[in-house]
């Protein structure tokens, strides 16, 4: 069975009642449970999914007659927080996402969050002065390597001949060493998204000038020419660090989209819609003559307007 639309009409057994405004997604299974239907001027009802007998490109049919389902209880909607706002692993496994009302029901612990967080954040302050003292001289000791300089070692992650199609985003994957304070280094597993890009996505890249990438003093440490014909972006999303999507969009066709929270950019890594608060952070890339990919892996913290670089 196709999965309900927003907007899709929907009809009892004797009528039409009216359309779906949003749907509500089980964490757990990821799959959706109940449709939200606008009853024509009358509220909102909450309508489970076992009470829908076939769903149809535009048009949800369900098994009820329209006085059971006005009897049912008004919708509350602060009873619920949307898919924008938490984060739903894998989300894109189970339902296909299109920008709008995905909802996931509200812990029941945190509908007295305001409560809990002050007496939750009173305990941590007087836990933190009576530690202070002890902890202070061993966090400066392995805080020390947070503050070394940056690694801007260029990492082979794949060869040209992998892209076919220009204005198309190909994902390479690739694995770095990494080692945090004075733990043992050790691998992870890590992916950048390449285009080979037209003259135009070109321009809108960057926008008729080169892209200098500098270090914490400020030197230059490599300059994407404007027009190499290949552009690197980060696979991790600016709104929160989320993994993103190569997808072909209904309405605007092939696109990034990250599945976390909805946001989504266009293939120059321009933000279409969603929270995220900047574009897609391009990389430093270089692209040698038999068509070896050479990036300089950056991270840049999520949820800031600005690009501030974190690895």
């Not at 009642?17 to 509500?24: D, L, Y």
């Not at 733990?183 to 890009?197: D, F, Q, R, S, T």
């Not at 914490?216 to 991790?236: E, H, L, M, Q, R």
């Amino acid at each position: 069975m196709l999965q309900p639309k927003l907007k899709s009409k929907v009809r009892c057994t004797d009528l039409d009642i009216g359309e779906v405004t949003r749907v509500v997604l089980d964490p757990l299974s990821h799959e959706i449970s109940h449709i939200v239907v606008s009853m024509n001027g009358s509220g909102e009802r909450q309508v489970a999914m076992g009470q829908v007998q076939d769903v149809t490109d535009d048009a949800v049919q369900l098994r009820a007659p329209s006085a059971d389902i006005r009897a049912l209880p008004l919708f509350k909607r602060e009873d619920y927080v949307t898919t924008r706002e938490v984060e739903i692993s894998h989300l894109e496994d189970n339902i296909h996402v299109t920008p709008g009302e995905v909802l996931v029901p509200l812990p029941d612990l945190e509908k007295d969050v305001k409560r809990r967080t002050f007496f939750m954040n009173f305990t941590h302050a007087i836990g933190f002065l009576i530690g202070l003292p002890i902890a202070y001289p061993i966090l400066r000791f392995l805080m020390q390597p947070m503050y070394t300089n940056f690694d801007n070692q260029w990492l082979k992650v794949g060869n040209v001949s992998k892209i076919k199609q220009e204005d198309v985003g190909v994902q390479f994957k690739y694995k770095k060493s990494v080692r945090e304070v004075y733990m043992p280094e050790y691998e992870v597993e890590k992916n950048v998204w390449i285009l080979w890009a037209t003259p135009e996505l070109l321009e809108k890249v960057y926008q008729g000038k080169d892209a200098e990438f500098r270090d914490a003093k400020g030197k230059t440490i490599w300059t994407n020419k404007k027009d190499i014909p290949y552009v690197a972006f980060s696979g991790k999303c600016p709104h929160l660090g989320c993994g993103f999507k190569w997808r072909q969009h209904k309405t605007l066709g092939q696109v990034f989209l990250c599945p976390c929270h909805l946001s989504i950019y266009d293939a120059g890594g321009k933000v279409l819609d969603g929270p995220a608060p900047r574009s897609l952070d391009a990389l430093p890339l270089k692209v040698s003559a038999d068509g070896e990919i050479e990036i300089i892996d950056m991270e840049f913290k999520a949820g800031m307007k600005s690009q501030i670089r974190i690895v």
